[in-house]
């Protein structure tokens, strides 16, 4: 069991690092809050994804849809950290 939730918070790191990397955000120190709930909602996803229902009203599965959707929005400058942004800087 440890080893699966293991490799459900490294897979939602490599998520989270995938889409913040792409603005210039890593490495965060210290790390916002709202990073460490994208994290446990996507991990949380990854640990119950054999139980996980496509509905939107489904708790798990919206929370997981909202952090993918900031994400994307971080990702594309549309929703800040609050942290100097070195690809806006670079540009």
């Not at 440890?2 to 792409?22: E, M, N, P, Q, Y």
């Not at 990073?35 to 991990?43: K, L, P, Q, S």
């Amino acid at each position: 069991a440890l080893v699966r939730i293991d490799d459900a918070i490294s897979d939602a790191k490599s998520v989270i690092d995938g889409f913040l990397g792409r603005r210039g955000y890593l490495p965060l120190d210290p790390v916002p809050g709202i990073v460490t709930t994208w994290a446990r909602a996507i991990c949380r996803y990854l640990l119950h994804q054999d139980r996980v229902s496509g509905e939107s009203d489904d708790p798990i599965v919206r929370d997981y849809r909202d952090a993918l959707k900031l994400l994307q929005l971080t990702a594309d400058g549309k929703f800040s950290l609050g942290l100097n942004d070195t690809s806006a800087q670079q540009g």
